[in-house]
């Protein structure tokens, strides 16, 4: 079993930053493909950025040029640096570890974001 605890997020500013954490325990995150997802109030669960056990990484759009996901497997721990926030970008940010081969995957219970003036 893997848990994952998101942390890091909070109410900001348009074109302010924050910087989400995903800290797994249970097991070592290293072989595992990780996630950040969001859910805005009304819609359905987007992805927004991933990152292989290779590193390779994939961002939606939307964020591409804004926000960036890196993984520290000495800490068991992954990122999301976010900048230039926009109002759209409010969601319940939620990181996923998954082996998509193994039909295995793991949720944390979300962290809050607002962009707000």
């Known amino acids: 079993q893997v848990q994952l605890a998101e942390s890091g997020g909070g109410l900001v500013q348009p074109g302010g930053s924050l910087r989400l954490s995903c800290a797994g325990s249970?097991?070592?995150?290293?072989?595992?493909?990780m996630g950040w997802y969001r859910q805005a109030p009304g819609k359905q669960r987007e992805l927004v950025a991933t990152?292989?056990?290779?590193?390779?990484?994939n961002y939606a759009d939307s964020v591409k040029g804004r926000f960036t996901i890196s993984r520290d497997n000495g800490k068991n721990t992954v990122y999301l640096q976010m900048n230039s926030l926009k109002p759209e970008d409010r969601a319940v940010y939620y990181c996923?570890?998954?082996?998509?081969?193994?039909?295995?995957?793991?949720w944390g219970q979300g962290t809050q974001v607002t962009v707000s003036s």
């Open positions: 249970g097991r070592a995150l290293t072989n595992y493909a």
């Open positions: 990152i292989t056990s290779g590193s390779t990484i």
């Open positions: 996923k570890a998954y082996i998509t081969w193994l039909g295995v995957e793991y």
